[in-house]
């Protein structure tokens, strides 16, 4: 949780930066960032967990040749 606190202070910077210098309005600039970073924060959550789903679902070789871990594997003698 701390890393996507610690991105949501460093969008909110961007994100007041780039509205504030595009519109030259500081209301329009805080207003859009406040509004998107908190959207994308979020996002941002989901992304994660989605990733890391992905990431230990297990691994299957297309051609089936080779073990689920798709590393070599050494036969006793």
Not at 13 to 36: H, K, P, Q, Y
Not at 42 to 60: G, S, T
Not at 62 to 68: L, T, V
Request: zero cysteines; glycine letters at 10%.
């Amino acid at each position: 949780m701390t890393k996507t606190i610690s991105f949501a202070i460093m969008h909110f910077s961007v994100a007041f930066a780039v509205a504030w210098a595009l519109t030259g309005d500081i209301v329009i600039g805080g207003a859009v960032a406040l509004v998107e970073p908190m959207v994308n924060t979020v996002a941002y959550h989901f992304h994660e967990k989605f990733w890391k789903r992905l990431e230990q679902r297990p691994r299957h070789s297309m051609s089936g040749s080779q073990p689920a871990g798709g590393g070599d594997f050494q036969v006793a003698h």
